[in-house]
Structures are given as C-alpha cells and as structure tokens.
C-alpha cells in the first residue's frame, strides 16, 4: 500500500489550465498502476483517468479526452493530471488512488488520497 497526497487543485476561469500532483510515499509506488477521479456535489465519484506503472498505456474517460493528460514520474513517487481548456462541470474534488492495472473497476482503486478541489468559473 501506499499512501498519497493530492495538491494543485484550486479557482480557474472556464478555458484555463491547472495541472494537479499526486505523491506518494512508501516503496512500491511504481508497481501500481494510478488513477484520478473526481466527485462533485451530489454525485457518485467518476473515473477521470488511469496510467499504467511504466507510464506507456494511459486510459480516459470520454468527457475528458483530449482536454486532459495524465503522466508520472517514478523518480519522484508522483502522478500528474494536466487540465486544460477546463469547464465550469470539471468543477470537482480530485482524487488520486492506486490500482493493479489501469482497466480496474472503481472498487479495485485503493490508498485513496483527501484530494483537492477544482473550481471552474464561468
């Protein structure tokens, strides 16, 4: 297990960029596949967007590819979500957790982190 700490979150005009970072601690980081997810208010928490351990296969949801990219860096024991060209519904807290591949179901994902809010103004 490991355990990790989301930050970058913050107040963005609709079309701006905000990249999070997700570290973790602990020795087996880059044997897991990560993941972000996001959750607003009064809604269930959705799949965002995955990366493989060695960071070569990558997994998005719909609603944000080609606007989101995901990566990691096992050097630094950390995961990355660059936003860009954010709307008003990416308005959300973020979350990163850990996984066994990036095709895992959501209740696969553990050693969730607090996350960090995302708040996009129109």
């Known amino acids: 297990q490991v355990q990790l700490v989301e930050s970058g979150g913050g107040l963005v005009q609709t079309g701006g960029s905000l990249r999070l970072s997700c570290t973790a601690s602990?020795?087996?980081?880059?044997?897991?596949?990560m993941g972000w997810f996001r959750q607003a208010p009064g809604k269930e928490r959705e799949f965002v967007a995955a990366v493989s351990w060695s960071g070569g296969s990558t997994r998005y949801a719909d609603s944000v590819k080609g606007r989101f990219t995901i990566s990691r860096d096992n050097a630094k024991n950390t995961v990355y979500l660059q936003m860009n060209s954010l709307k008003p519904e990416d308005t959300a807290n973020y979350y990163c957790?850990?996984?066994?591949?990036?095709?895992?179901?959501?209740?696969?994902?553990?050693?969730w982190g607090q996350g960090t809010q995302v708040t996009v103004s129109s």
């Open positions: 602990g020795r087996t980081f880059n044997t897991y596949a």
């Open positions: 957790a850990a996984s066994p591949s990036i095709y895992a179901i959501r209740d696969a994902f553990h050693s």
